[in-house]
């Protein structure tokens, strides 16, 4: 890891201004930003950790932590929420083991809260990768995610 971050900064001069470009080209390559690259950055361009931290934390298309292959959106919308959207979610991270904002070890997936979908008509709504799900229920939405298992290969 070290020698890909020490390769993307080195393509760049390293002003203040160079930060987010770095926090993007760094996201790009690994998926997130890892806590190496935020000393590595903070050193190349003269800025705090604890600054570039605080600017991380501030964009919302940054992330800390790794993403799984399958990103597990759960709608916590108010027509989610009154057709079960919590129980939906409970269900899921109690099956893979992990909180809301979480990935599996294996990196196989992720889930996420998101605000409403605008698919209030199908809640509760589950959202993995790009294929949106409605009116689940709890067994059905762990059939759904344990389709996409291995790159999808139980789907079908
Ligand atoms: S509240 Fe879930 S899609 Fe609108």
């Known amino acids: 890891m070290k020698e890909k971050i020490d390769a993307l900064l080195s393509t760049s001069a390293g002003t203040p201004e160079d930060l987010i470009p770095l926090l993007q080209a ?10 190496e690259a935020i000393f590595a950055i903070s050193q190349k361009t003269g800025i705090s950790p604890s600054q570039v ?4 934390t501030f964009y919302a298309q ?6 799984g292959r399958n990103v597990i959106k759960v709608c916590r919308g108010t027509a989610c929420h009154v057709r079960g959207g919590p129980r939906l979610l409970r269900t899921l991270t109690n099956h893979l083991d ?12 992720s889930i996420e809260e998101i605000g409403c979908f605008g698919s209030c008509s199908l809640a509760p709504v589950v959202v993995v990768n790009e294929d949106t799900y409605g ?8 059939q759904i995610v344990e389709s ?5 290969q139980n789907r079908g």
């Open 26 to 35: 760094v996201q790009q390559e690994f998926g997130y930003v890892p806590e």
């Open 53 to 56: 931290f605080g600017t991380l």
């Open 148 to 152: 996409y298992r291995n790159n999808g």
């Open 135 to 142: 009116r689940l229920t709890p067994e059905k939405a762990l």
């Open 98 to 109: 992990i909180d809301s904002g979480e990935t599996t070890p294996d990196l196989e997936f």
């Open 62 to 67: 940054f992330r800390l932590h790794p993403q």
